[in-house]
């Protein structure tokens, strides 16, 4: 779907200064100085679309802004509480819109054996924990399914801005239910080659457990990345996910280079034991098709830094999700961060 969407201001957190301890003994020296970070907030916003792969289909567009603070925050009690808590914390505040269509979306009655029309309009928070070459998130989401999610009137309305076809299906769509999901996710990173500040190659494999009535999966994968002064961070993510990652963590080094990039492939397989988009809604009848329980996916992409702003664009290849699907999906996807 050629697509793209509003974007949402946020919410203003009042947090302090952050604080990051380095550990001489890791493979890979973490980047942080001890003390305040230099910039401590960070917005970032994220653009999932299928426009990329020229199709208009299934998964067919997402979009989220995020607001963060890297420091000493309000969810610091429960930080201290969990087993892994202790390291550079980050709180996000983030709000997003997804939609998902059928293939064939010129049909007034969509086929039963297709996939349904599905909106979701949410809101999440999240805390993320990084100490040396470890990183933990946690995510909790909620908003709702179906029209209240005004996915409905935003495809159409970007339909009608580009003069395309509009969508003739959604008043078939999944009828409104509240959602409520949590998301936990761990990454490490290893440095196979190279230095900090020069060329270097890094594997970064990633774990991911979901729970709830959107989406109740885990998630096993990862990325091989290479580049020139890598950004000290945990790689991209996608909103079959955490979304948003923490951004780079600021070098020790004065003389370090102010910019780096870096190129990545990765992959992972997902076993899905529900799926609200593909099984329909929770406590009444609706749409809904047979979902297949193994899914498994790819990307590759590219990323710059040049100080406070990071950039990446990442090309996704997802596979088939559902019983009778004649094609997998495939779809781009767009980040960009500014720290201040």
Same mark, same amino acid.
């Given at each position: ?17 952050? /604080? ?9 020296? =973490? *980047?942080? #100085?001890?003390? @305040?970070? %230099?910039? &401590? ?5 994220r653009w999932e679309n299928d426009t990329f ?37 980050? /709180? ?9 269509? =059928? *293939?064939? #979306?010129?049909? @007034?009655? %969509?086929? &039963? ?137 600021p070098s020790a080094d004065a003389h370090a ?84």
């Amino acid at each position: 779907m050629k697509l793209f969407s509003a974007s949402w201001m946020g919410i203003l957190p009042m947090v302090a200064a952050a /604080v990051h301890a380095a550990d001489a003994t890791n493979a890979i020296a =973490p *980047a942080a #100085t001890a003390g @305040a970070e %230099p910039w &401590p907030w960070s917005v970032s916003a994220r653009w999932e679309n299928d426009t990329f792969g020229g199709t208009d289909r299934f998964y067919t567009d997402g979009v989220s802004l995020s607001l963060a603070y890297t420091g000493r925050n309000w969810l610091d009690p429960l930080a201290d509480w969990l087993p892994w808590g202790q390291g550079r914390r980050t /709180v996000g505040y983030e709000l997003g819109q997804i939609m998902v269509t =059928p *293939a064939d #979306t010129t049909r @007034a009655i %969509p086929d &039963p054996n297709d996939r349904p029309y599905a909106g979701l309009l949410y809101t999440a928070l999240s805390l993320h924990v990084e100490r040396d070459n470890t990183y933990h998130g946690l995510k909790f989401i909620t908003g709702v399914v179906g029209p209240w999610s005004l996915a409905e009137e935003t495809q159409k309305q970007v339909h009608r801005w580009i003069g395309d076809t509009l969508p003739q299906g959604w008043s078939h769509q999944l009828h409104n239910e509240p959602i409520f999901n949590l998301v936990y996710e761990q990454r490490r990173k290893y440095r196979l080659l190279g230095a900090a500040h020069g060329p270097a190659v890094e594997a970064l494999p990633v774990g991911n457990v979901m729970l709830g009535n959107v989406l109740t999966q885990a998630q096993l994968g990862g990325q091989f990345r290479f580049g020139y002064n890598i950004p000290d961070d945990f790689g991209t993510t996608l909103m079959r996910g955490m979304v948003h990652l923490p951004p780079p963590r600021p070098s020790a080094d004065a003389h370090a280079p102010k910019w780096g990039g870096y190129f990545f492939g990765g992959g992972n397989i997902n076993l899905v034991a529900r799926d609200i988009t593909l099984d329909g809604n929770t406590w009444q009848d609706s749409p809904s098709v047979d979902k297949d329980w193994f899914v498994p996916a790819a990307e590759v992409g590219m990323a710059v830094s040049v100080q406070q702003f990071t950039a990446a664009f990442t090309y996704v290849f997802w596979g088939r999700e559902f019983k009778g699907q004649k094609d997998y999906s495939e779809f781009g996807a767009c980040t960009v961060t500014y720290q201040f």
